[in-house]
């Protein structure tokens, strides 16, 4: 089973509830990105989580189970890193930090509360 998921889109938005155990990876050129991420422990307990986000033209949207105060979905004990870039669109995320986060934004507001 892979580890990783990567979706890449051109003009459609990307929506609905993924899993991250590896490396999750969505990108778009014009398309918005709003998603629920469940996160899973690691194969190997140094190996962390690779959240990417990048939209050119949409807004991006994401939180983590664990904030939606859901008692089924308890935070795996392992790195979490995150990339999250929109050149035009907004960026509001919730979500586990525990290792490296970086976020890009040309304009409009980012809101980011993490963990």
Excluded: Q
């Excluded at 669109?89 to 525990?98: E, N, Q």
């Amino acid at each position: 089973m892979s580890r990783s998921i990567v979706i890449s889109e051109m003009s459609n938005s990307v929506t609905g509830t993924f899993v991250l155990y590896d490396l999750l990876s969505i990108s778009t050129m014009s398309g918005s990105i709003e998603i629920t991420i469940v996160p899973h422990p690691a194969s190997s307990s140094k190996a962390p989580a690779e959240l990417r986000l990048n939209t050119v033209s949409g807004s991006i949207k994401v939180t983590m189970a664990p904030f939606l105060h859901d008692p089924s979905t308890a935070i795996p004990k392992r790195p979490f890193n995150s990339s999250l870039k929109s050149m035009s669109g907004s960026i509001t995320a919730a979500l586990v930090h525990s290792g490296t986060i970086g976020t890009e934004r040309t304009s409009r507001k980012l809101i980011l509360i993490a963990e």
